[in-house]
């Protein structure tokens, strides 16, 4: 279990461990054919995913019913769905990413790995709504864009965690135009010019 994180490291027990390295062995297998990262990170999947997404787990280690939007190769979800499991948690998540091919590696690692996951294979405008308590998307589209999904898939208590880089504060002041929110600043462990946007109680102004 070389490389976890320090402040990781309560959350991810051997089992789960060895859950995240069955899972980026498939990421590894499929991406040649259908690019679920760039072929460049495959060999840096560790930091530049894999722990990069399991940062988000304290902000969401309560919830029971999580959406990932734009869930791609399933990250941050699917590493959310593992550290669920590891924890003998309930929690329910809900993939939502239109790309059939990668759809369907999403289907095929939670199958694989006993995953409480359901993907749905369509733009999130076109899901209903799912009053969800916990809501993640990375590297997806702009924090003022991000915000119509959370409030269109949260509940009114719901919480909002969005990874963003360098430029997280420059997303904040545009997305303030259009939405007033209560927001948590939390500093990356991955990258220290990037940040966690912890946000809720998201209302169009």
Known sequence: MNGVPESLAGYVSRETYEALEAYVLLIQKWTPKINLVARSQVEDLWIRHIWDSAQIWPCIKHSTAHVDLGSGGGLPGLVLAILAKGQGLDLSVSLIESDIRKAVFLRTVARELGLNVRVHD??????????????????????????????????????????KGARWQQEIEVARAN??????????????QAALLKIKDITRV
């Open 122 to 163: 369509k733009r999130h405008q076109f899901v209903p709504p799912s009053q969800a308590d916990t809501l993640t998307a990375r590297a997806l589209t702009s924090l003022d864009e991000l915000l119509a999904a959370a409030e269109r898939h949260l509940n009114d208590d719901g919480v909002a965690v969005f990874p």
């Open 179 to 192: 939405w007033a929110f209560h927001i948590d600043v939390i500093p990356s462990i991955t990258d220290a």
